[in-house]
């Protein structure tokens, strides 16, 4: 008896605990969607504090620019509260004051790009982007937060997203907290599905939701290719990572409406194009092969310059060219030694790249670590005056791109049965396996525990960074003249 009672002691404490805890409700709705609108409302219960900041992020995860995603939401109002008000603090931030308790905040979001950063909505889909799409409280990042698609009988679409499901009947989703739900984006629309295993591995589950004019067979094409292309990037690292329900999810518009773009999350990726799917699977692989290989290198294998991710300032970190350039060489080389891409359009490729990379003036005005510094300026940002990136900036992309295959060649041709994919794989281990956040030090340990060679790994490390104390500035580019 005395055990019960302490039991149920315990439970009341519990539950009244749990209903002293704040809580975040989303409520999405479509009124207006073929004016691209979305109603949004923010559901706040329980709000200890008289008063909260809302804000609008200004950084989206996978993106390295600055956004000023608050410019597109509009008739911000609580409601549900008489007494609570709401006022513009900064350009992307609102206080609300006097909540006691709760409130909800509605507004209007207009979005029309359909891309893996912001968000699109018209008559017959949606891609939400949760950082251009969210408002969210300040300080509540690590709430537990329920998401319901309120959708009319009239708008029979399909919800497709990384996400729990809390209630399908009711189009509920769950995320364990609100950092999680701002990397989950979600595509709606008549969506065609397809769920596969790669080879005979049990996990993960890989879903892919479609929003596309194709036909059956035209889909199959690009899943037998995804299906090659993932079985050849698993060998690299020998495992798949451990995702949150076994499964990872492809989200991929393909069409009128949709822009060029992928990006990269922890448990799916968003691809979009304005290509139509059929006819042209070879040439979208490629996006599909580079963002899943992203499951390994920087969803997990993560630079500590990115950790924690900040949603109100631009994130700057000197590994982008490893982070981007070498999941760039791996992308296009997983559908190479898949046989997804024929030898000598992959070689016509890199011979391309390897052309740019040669001739572009770039090189004399930074290191990759410093390419890789200017990201806020060059991925996706958006400015009127002009630059002169042309002569100074080299992407890093191509730029990590060409470092992986100089790098591997000169592994492969220095020394004893080493290459790149022994590099990776030791990284993976070391750092991504356990996520472990690294450094450019880090990555340099790690070559000299590879290959043997501190010297080497040394020189290596200092041609991609001016950073690291060195007298000497090895010449690593003569890797690409003689390659
Ligand atoms: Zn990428």
């Not at 200017?374 to 940002?381: E, I, L, R, V």
Request: net charge negative.
């Amino acid at each position: 008896m005395k055990k019960a009672r302490i039991l149920l002691l315990v439970f009341i404490l519990a539950h009244q605990f749990t209903l002293a805890q704040d809580s975040l409700n989303y409520v999405i709705r479509f009124p207006n969607a073929r004016h691209h609108e979305a109603e949004i409302i923010l559901q706040l219960r329980n709000v200890r504090e008289p008063s909260l900041i809302l804000r609008m992020s200004q950084s989206s995860p996978g993106r390295y620019a600055m956004h000023q995603f608050a410019k597109n939401i509009y008739d911000i109002s609580p409601t549900g509260n008489q007494k609570a008000t709401i006022k513009r603090i900064a350009p992307e931030a609102w206080e609300v004051s006097d909540i006691k308790g709760s409130v909800d905040i509605r507004y209007t979001l207009f979005a029309n790009r359909a891309d893996g950063t912001y968000s699109g909505i018209d008559r017959d889909f949606a891609v939400l982007n949760m950082p251009s799409t969210l408002l969210w409280p300040e300080n509540k990042l690590h709430l537990p937060v329920l998401v319901q698609f309120d959708l009319p009988d009239s708008i029979n679409w399909r919800i497709a997203t990384p996400l729990s499901v809390a209630d399908s009947a009711k189009k509920q989703f769950t995320a364990p907290n609100l950092s999680y739900l701002m990397d989950s984006p979600c595509l709606l629309g008549n969506l065609k599905l397809r769920e596969f295993y790669v080879a005979e591995d049990s996990v993960p589950r890989i879903r892919m939701a479609l929003h596309t004019v194709a036909n059956d067979a035209e889909i199959d094409i690009l899943v037998e290719m995804a299906k090659k292309a993932l079985a050849e990037q698993k060998e690299v690292f020998g495992e798949f990572p451990a995702f949150e329900d076994s499964t990872y999810t492809f989200l991929c518009g393909y069409g009128p409406g949709y822009y060029d773009d992928g990006m990269e999350h922890r448990n799916a990726t968003m691809i979009t194009s304005n290509i139509p799917l059929g006819g042209n699977q070879e040439w979208l692989i490629g996006t599909l092969s580079h963002e899943f290989f992203h499951v390994w290198n920087m969803e997990r294998l993560r630079p500590a310059s990115l950790e924690p991710f900040d949603f109100t300032r631009a994130n700057i970190s000197g590994e982008l060219w490893f982070g981007e350039g070498f999941t760039s060489y791996y992308g296009d080389l997983a559908l190479c030694r898949s046989g997804v891409l024929d030898t000598d359009k992959y070689l016509y490729t890199i011979g391309s790249t390897i052309n740019y990379i040669s001739n572009a003036p770039g090189w004399r005005y930074g290191s990759p670590v410093h390419m890789s510094e200017m990201a806020t300026f060059t991925d996706q940002s958006s400015f009127v005056d002009e630059t002169n990136f042309a002569n100074t900036f080299i992407s890093y992309y191509t730029y990590g791109e060409m470092i992986a295959l100089a790098l591997d060649l000169t592994l492969r041709s220095s020394f004893q049965d080493v290459s790149l994919d022994d590099y990776m794989k030791a990284l993976w281990i070391k750092y991504g396996k356990n996520e472990k956040s690294y450094t450019n030090l880090d990555l340099m340990h790690t070559l000299g525990e590879v290959c043997g060679d501190k010297q080497f790994a040394h020189q290596f490390s200092k041609s991609t960074s001016l950073a690291i104390p060195c007298p000497t500035l090895p010449d690593f580019s003569k890797s690409l003249d003689t390659g």
